[in-house]
Nanobody, 115 residues
Framework: QVQLVESGGGLVQPGGSLRLSCAASGSAFSIVAMGWYRQAPGKQRELVAGITRGYITNYADSVQGRFTISRDNAKNTLYLQMNSLKPEDTAVYYC?????????WGQGTQVTVSS
């Protein structure tokens, strides 16, 4: 059973940056397309960014140009570099498969953008 552990969230001022990490257990990480998702209070979970096993990336329009998704297959770790953060980026961020049958969801990491 794959386990996903997100980390790196926190409180940041508008315009600031954060780098999220997602550690995945299991040996299949390198062949699975992965993504970052977020869920704000009262809203549905939404896809933020995805990366295929061939390192092709995909971003939601709302984060295009500000967020960068990457992966280190040797470390079974997925990253999300978030720059120029806005209050509307406030949410719990999760990692999981990209547009596929999901693994069990992790606990997520809270990102709060506020002055």
């Amino acid at each position: 059973q794959v386990q996903l552990v997100e980390s790196g969230g926190g409180l940041v001022q508008p315009g600031g940056s954060l780098r999220l990490s997602c550690a995945a257990s299991g040996s299949a990480f390198s062949i699975v397309a992965m993504g970052w998702y977020r869920q704000a209070p009262g809203k549905q979970r939404e896809l933020v960014a995805g990366i295929t096993r061939g390192y092709i990336t995909n971003y939601a329009d709302s984060v295009q140009g500000r967020f960068t998704i990457s992966r280190d297959n040797a470390k079974n770790t997925l990253y999300l570099q978030m720059n120029s953060l806005k209050p509307e980026d406030t949410a719990v961020y999760y990692c999981n498969k990209f547009r596929s049958t999901f693994y069990p969801w992790g606990q997520g990491t809270q990102v709060t953008v506020s002055s």
